[in-house]
């Protein structure tokens, strides 16, 4: 058996603007786009993508998934991602060397230090 990996589901309110949010803060593009779906990968041809589907409430509890992104400058990427409209937030994670963000949705993802060499 194989499986390969196609996309991760992100349910959304708007599809379109999360979706489009997401292209910008990952310089991908878009492979479709219609009124409940918004797909987004880093080339056409190439997977995993996310796929942001129309769900009609918002978000009501802490995301049970996230990424991580691991940039070659952590503040220069976090001040870039908090121009698009991302905002920091605090799940609890104390001092630690990533920097937790939310989309314009609330969903959190990480920003990850530098490896160490």
Do not use: Y
Request: aromatic share 8%.
């Amino acid at each position: 058996m194989t499986l390969r990996w196609e996309q991760v589901i992100v349910h959304a309110v708007d599809p379109a603007a999360l979706g489009q949010w997401w292209a910008s803060a990952l310089g991908w593009v878009v492979v479709h786009s219609d009124d409940d779906e918004f797909e987004i990968r880093p080339a056409p041809d190439q997977t995993p993508g996310l796929d942001f589907v129309r769900v009609e409430e918002g978000r009501t509890a802490k995301s049970r998934l996230h990424l991580d992104f691991r940039p070659d400058d952590q503040a220069a990427e976090v001040a870039r991602l908090e121009a698009l409209g991302a905002k920091r937030v605090d799940i609890g994670q104390g001092e630690q060397s990533w920097v937790v963000l939310a989309d314009p949705e609330g969903n959190e993802f990480c920003v990850l230090g530098q490896h160490a060499s």
